[in-house]
């Protein structure tokens, strides 16, 4: 069956940077992307980007341009989503899916990540 | 980028009742060379991933019951439950996946009444 399997919660200080895995069993990993979204604590959802396993392109969101860069690693099946230069407001749980056309329909379980000084 | 407002931002229905939920986009994301709507729902309840419900604005996805349907085209839709269940308590989103970036709407929060 389908799996996306994120790494544990983290907690990190403001400046600082932090990545994310999602290691994925149960399909062929190389023909569906990944995309990251993310939920800020009593927030709603907010899509970050994605990245083609394919050929490595990705798409962010502008606000993240220059903070964020995911990528993949074929041989674990796995995604990475890298945040650079960590804000208290980015603290929430952080969401990879599989998408295809544009369709996320199997997502991680989540990973919670707490900025705080 | 595309706004996606979804109303209302809360809803109380009785059990077994229909729950009606609205999207509105700031665009059309009616794709005219497939004749498809890059619209999709989700259903978010705490301490779970979101669950996608609908894609093409009103296919379902496998396993999700058929009380949950989509309808709309261009810039406007809608999701409705038609017959409202207790584990249908959650926080539902339309998403567009027409244009970079997929944004989300705010979500709607459906309780019980």
């Known amino acids: 069956q389908v799996q996306l399997v994120q790494s544990g919660g983290e907690v990190k200080k403001p400046g600082a940077s932090v990545k994310v895995s999602c290691k994925a069993s149960?399909?062929?990993?190389?023909?569906?992307?990944i995309t990251w979204v993310r939920q800020a604590p009593g927030q709603g959802l907010e899509w970050m980007g994605w990245?083609?396993?394919?050929?490595?392109?990705?798409d962010y969101a502008q606000k993240f341009q220059g903070r964020v860069n995911m990528t993949t690693d074929t041989s674990t099946s796995t995604a990475y989503m890298d945040l650079r230069s960590l804000r208290p407001d980015d603290s929430g749980v952080y969401y990879c899916?599989?998408?295809?056309?544009?369709?996320?329909?199997?997502w991680g379980q989540g990973t919670l990540i707490t900025v705080s000084s | 980028d595309i706004v996606m407002t979804q109303s209302p931002d809360s809803l109380a229905v009785s059990l077994g009742e229909r729950a009606t939920i609205n999207c509105k986009s700031s665009?059309?994301?009616?794709?005219?060379?497939?004749?498809?709507?890059?619209l999709a729902w989700f259903q978010k309840k705490p301490g779970q991933p979101p669950k996608l419900l609908l894609y093409?604005?009103?296919t379902r996805e496998s396993g999700v019951p058929d009380r949950f349907s989509g309808s709309g085209s261009g810039t406007d839709f809608t999701l409705t439950i038609s017959s409202l269940q207790a584990e249908d308590v959650a926080v539902y989103y339309c998403q567009q996946y027409y244009s970079i970036p997929h944004t989300f709407g705010q979500g709607t929060n459906l309780e019980i009444k």
């Open positions: 665009q059309s994301v009616l794709y005219s060379s497939n004749n498809e709507n890059y």
């Open positions: 899916a599989r998408v295809r056309w544009g369709k996320s329909d199997f």
């Open positions: 990245i083609s396993v394919h050929n490595g392109n990705t």
């Open positions: 149960g399909y062929t990993f190389s023909i569906y992307g």
């Open positions: 093409w604005a009103s």
